[in-house]
């Protein structure tokens, strides 16, 4: 075949075939940089068609290759041109390491190899760099997870319903038209073209376009092992973190869908990878991005000109240093992180362990609403003080910090908070700015009437104009935090979890909010509170809960947070 000019001496080699051990075929489009010789070797392997290469946030293959790398794009199995059947994540670990195995061969390459890409395309990197394929030597997973189970698709029990449904309706379009069923491709570009509908079609989990018995039942599989086990271990790397061995860059965003699992991944290998070597050398930089794009821009929300940092050059130092040896990336730090307020980037030697600063929920028994008398206070009650009571209603569900659509980003969450059906608890406005960087986590002692239940934790940022940007959350279910532990309804216990890590400033005359609720619609699937699956509830079986906060000497619930310390100067 041909190769095709793309300037700059750059050539593109497309539709190179690669034979699995079990003779299925997959196809990659190879950029070859100027000259003859053998060259370093980057390789993604993704599922939306390899003529895009991530170009929604990466440079194109083009660029990588005018700075004298081999780059190469592949379908994964069952996707584009490459032959098999897709179920995701399932075949990435055998088919990248023998991917990798051929490319040490492969005339253009020199057998050093790096990969990259961000979310599906992390998760390839990992599961490959499990196999310990010889030739891969570093990998750059961005906005992905380890754990497929709590950091992907769960947190705490509760289904990130709108980003599962969306991406399933996504991945199953390409199937429809793969298998060529075109009244089931018609229904899914219906179900994708309106996806705000899809997240009110209940049962969720008997959604049309997923029960279909011509697709795939991967999406199906999803919502029904609804609970952590070996489905999710066999399609992550949660269990095998001791054989990765290759130094990673990962790259996150304080909005983006899979934060949490992002950075878990991060924190886990720097304890858990295979080598001293591997622990030492994994690095994390936390930009305010979402999922896509990365830049200074979420809604009204500008974070200023650092915030467009350059991810393409942090690419190119990463994979320098490691493939062509040129050690500019020695003086990177572990962990890089933006300080929203400051719109700047700081650096960190270690992640925060400790939550030193505490606030306790106060109020007179009338928290409902930011009209209320919810307050956050740095010293607990010393008596009794009256419980908040709110109702928590499914079919009138408490939204997501970005509203019904669920946007990511630090949305304006003073509307959000007039509704009765949360509890909101204001602090003082600051005297001295109060930076916190790390894992939030909310202790609430609570009874709730129902047989099921959840909690949400969202902390707000009050500017002093009202306005009050949302920075991040956490949420719970009973069924989940409660496992074996013996949860009753009309019992007062001890909630205790982790909200979403962020790095962000409060300055004097600002004000911290902790918001409670029951449900983050459509964000996080909603609780039947009888005792019903979650996808399998509908207006049929939905039931209300009751819910009771209480804060006093006996229970004091509370707001922990990591706080950084910080010179008077």
């Known amino acids: 075949m041909a190769l095709v000019d793309c300037g700059d001496g750059v050539r593109l080699e497309r539709g190179v075939l690669c034979r699995m051990s079990d003779g299925v075929q997959l196809v990659s489009d190879h950029y070859y940089p100027p000259g003859d010789r053998p060259f370093p070797t980057l390789l993604m392997r993704q599922p939306y068609g390899r003529d895009i290469a991530s170009t ?85 997973p ?84 609804d609970r952590p086990g070996d489905y999710w271990a066999a399609l992550d790397v949660s269990r095998d973190l001791e054989r ?9 965003g304080w909005f983006d869908t899979y934060l949490n699992g992002s950075v878990d991944g991060f924190l886990a290998l720097t304890k858990k990878a295979a080598t001293e070597f591997a622990r030492q050398n994994q690095y994390l930089v936390a930009g305010p991005w979402a999922h896509i794009p990365w830049g200074d821009q979420i809604g009204n929300e500008n974070f200023g000109p650092e915030a467009l940092l350059d991810t393409d050059l942090l690419l190119l130092r990463w994979f320098n240093h490691w493939l062509k040896d040129s050690g500019e990336f020695a003086d990177q730090p572990w962990i890089q992180h933006f300080v929203q307020g400051d719109n700047v980037w700081r650096s960190a030697a270690q992640w925060p362990e400790q939550l030193t600063a505490h606030l306790y929920l106060r109020s007179k028994g009338r928290a409902n609403s930011r009209k209320g008398d919810g307050a956050l206070s740095a010293t607990a009650a010393k008596i009794g003080e009256r419980r908040d009571i709110f109702v928590s209603d499914p079919e009138v569900p408490v939204f997501a910090p970005g509203g019904p659509l669920a946007l990511s980003g630090p949305h304006d969450q ?48 009050v500017l002093p104009d009202g306005r009050a940007q949302f920075v991040c959350m956490g949420v719970a279910r009973s069924s989940h935090l409660f496992a074996g532990k013996g949860y009753q309804p009309d019992t007062v216990q001890r909630w205790e979890f982790e909200l979403d890590p962020t790095s962000c400033v409060f300055f004097p005359g600002e004000r911290l909010r902790l918001e409670i609720a029951s449900s983050a619609f459509p964000l996080y699937d909603r609780n039947s509170s009888a005792g019903v699956a979650a996808s399998q509830a509908s207006h049929w079986n939905w039931g209300r809960s009751t819910q009771q906060v209480l804060h006093s000497a006996q229970y004091p619930s509370a707001l922990h947070l990591p706080a950084v310390e910080e010179s008077a100067g």
């Not at 179900?191 to 209940?202: E, P």
């Not at 509307?415 to 916190?436: A, C, D, I, Q, W």
């Not at 909310?442 to 949400?456: G, N, R």
Request: charged content about 20%; aromatic content about 12%; glycine content about 8%.
């Open 414 to 461: 003073a509307e959000l908070e007039l509704g009765n059906n949360l509890l909101v608890y204001t602090g003082e406005p600051l005297k001295k700015r109060f930076h916190t960087f790390g894992h939030p986590r909310v202790t609430l002692y609570a009874a709730t009437s129902a047989v099921s239940t959840d909690f949400t934790a969202k902390l707000v940022r």
């Open 56 to 140: 929604v946030v990466y440079a194109h293959p083009v660029w990588f290759a005018q700075h004298g790398y081999h780059v190469v794009i592949q379908d994964v199995r069952g996707r584009g041109d490459s032959e098999g059947d897709f179920y995701p994540f399932r075949n990435e670990r055998r088919d990248g390491a023998e991917t990798i195995a051929w490319l040490r061969g492969h005339p253009a390459c020199n057998a050093r190899i790096g990969m990259y890409g961000f979310s599906y395309q992390g998760l390839t990197q990992l599961l490959a760099a499990v196999e310990q394929p010889e030739g891969l030597v570093c990998i750059a």
């Open 142 to 225: 961005g906005m992905t997870a380890c754990d497929l189970y709590h950091g992907w698709f769960y947190r705490n029990g509760t289904l990130r319903l709108s980003s599962t449904l969306a991406w399933g309706i996504q991945m199953l379009r390409a199937d429809a038209r793969r298998r060529g069923l075109r009244e089931v491709s018609a229904a899914l570009e219906a179900a994708w073209s309106d996806l705000r509908a899809q997240v009110n079609s209940v049962p969720y989990g008997e959604h049309p376009t997923l029960r279909d018995a011509a697709l795939p039942e991967y999406v199906r599989d999803w919502v029904t092992n």
């Open 244 to 252: 990765i061995a290759v130094p990673a860059l990962h790259v996150s």
